[in-house]
């Protein structure tokens, strides 16, 4: 039924398959990472965007040669920009390639997709109003210092997106970043800023193709970036992962009753299981899609990055729980959570702190999360944990 390699066995990297079944439709995941035509999927610091019964995955095409940014150190490794490629799926587990859904490159009419730049993290929303769908992007140049927003808009989910402009949120610098769409209709931003010492939250316009005045400072001098939003239970979490470029680091995971006007708290590394759970299982978050049907289930998708050849980086796909108390392997992984990890950024050793409240979730939240490592899972693997019961007042 399932066969995988895991991460443990094959330290370069995964192919994990799963299957998953939601309201008796069965959904099924191959992580594969070969097509049918043998080719590798480029789809990375991806997204997925789920319209009209289509799951439409984008992400970066790193095809191309790994340009090594010595003396500066491989975090500044990079390929030049080729565009947004995206795929797409009915079931997870057979994916079509569309192409690219935003070409970039110096013959792609605009200075900011030039090949000597950077285009990271695609993220679609659909703008029902004007049934066109706005693609945001990370936009920057090749030492990420000029940090801002690109806008791409299309009238089909997989393109082919116009490519807009570029602007600085608030003026502000911003890196990684995730848009999040809320079952009210408005959307919001988090972005990694000043210097990546500060996440900002801000509400888009009704347009969804900018931001309002405004934005709020959260986890401030806490220096975390790739923010995954996703929400349960009418808590909205936020699942980030240090700065340490292409390398892995210990995740944290916050919460707050609103995006806006409220105070982040952390649940800490809710990663459990396996020898690299302290460094997210050697891979960085990107994006939590939730199951359809099944509130508190969501499949985490992040990127293990291979620095030296980005184009073969790899992709994991693990279920995430949002659960009302924490899981006795996750209470037993908070002591070595709290134990100083050091990680490799460039060549140099770098300490990382662990937070200051690396706890389980507060009596006051009642919900924990945990991304268990599996080297295989299926479908039952979803239903080991009981499901948050709905509540009417969180927090
Ligand atoms: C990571 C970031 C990636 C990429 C990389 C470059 O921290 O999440 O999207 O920008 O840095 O070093």
């Known amino acids: 039924m399932v066969a995988s390699k895991g991460i443990d066995r094959y330290p370069g990297g995964l192919n994990l398959t799963g299957r998953l079944q939601s309201n008796g439709t069965e959904l099924k995941i191959n992580l594969g990472l070969k097509l049918e035509n043998g080719k ?13 019964g289509i799951f439409y995955w984008f992400g970066e095409n790193k095809a191309g040669r790994t340009k090594p940014a010595k003396p500066n150190g491989p975090a500044l490794n990079r390929v030049d920009v080729i565009g947004i490629s995206v795929y797409s799926s009915r079931d997870l587990l057979n994916w079509k390639n569309e192409g690219l859904a935003l070409r970039g490159g110096d013959g792609a009419g605009h200075p900011d997709l030039a090949f000597r730049g950077i285009v990271e993290r ?32 299309a009238s089909k989910p997989a393109g082919p997106y116009i490519y807009r402009r570029s602007f600085r949120p608030h003026g502000e610098e911003s890196r990684d970043f995730t848009v999040y769409q809320d079952d009210d209709g408005f959307a919001y931003i988090a972005y990694s800023s000043e210097g990546n010492r500060v996440m900002h939250l801000a509400r888009l316009a009704s347009t969804l193709d900018d931001v309002v005045p405004g934005f709020e400072r959260a986890l401030v001098g806490q220096s975390r970036e790739s923010p995954v939003i996703f929400k349960c239970a ?17 995740a944290e995971v916050f919460y707050a009753s609103a995006l806006l006007g409220q105070t982040w708290r952390s ?8 020898a690299s759970a302290r460094r997210t299982f050697m891979a960085q978050a990107t994006f939590a899609l939730p199951v359809p049907g099944s509130p508190g289930r969501f499949l985490l998708m992040a990127d293990r990055w291979n620095q030296e050849r980005l184009g073969v980086s790899r992709y994991i796909w693990l279920p995430l729980f949002v659960v009302e108390a924490p899981t006795a392997e996750r209470l037993r992984a908070m002591p070595a959570e709290r134990e100083r990890s050091r990680v490799r950024r460039g060549d140099r050793e770098r300490v990382v702190k662990p937070a200051a409240r690396a706890v389980p979730a507060d ?18 693997t979803l239903d080991v944990l009981p499901q948050p019961r709905s509540r009417g007042q969180p927090l």
């Not at 999927?41 to 009209?52: P, V």
């Not at 936020?238 to 680091?249: A, D, I």
């Not at 649940?267 to 396996?274: E, T």
């Not at 009596?363 to 039952?380: I, K, M, T």
């Open 40 to 52: 590798l999927i480029q789809a990375h610091g991806g997204s997925i965007l789920h319209f009209d």
């Open 267 to 274: 649940l800490g590394d809710p990663c459990v299981g396996g």
């Open 363 to 380: 009596a006051a939240l009642g919900l924990d999360v945990v991304v268990r490592w599996h080297h295989e899972w299926d479908v039952q």
């Open 122 to 153: 695609p993220r679609v929303l659909y703008h029902a109003a004007s049934r066109r769908f706005v693609m945001w992007l990370h936009i920057d140049d090749e030492k990420y210092k000029t940090a801002r927003l690109g806008i791409a808009v």
């Open 234 to 250: 009418g808590v909205y979490f936020l699942f980030t992962s240090g700065c340490t470029g292409w390398e892995p680091n210990r």
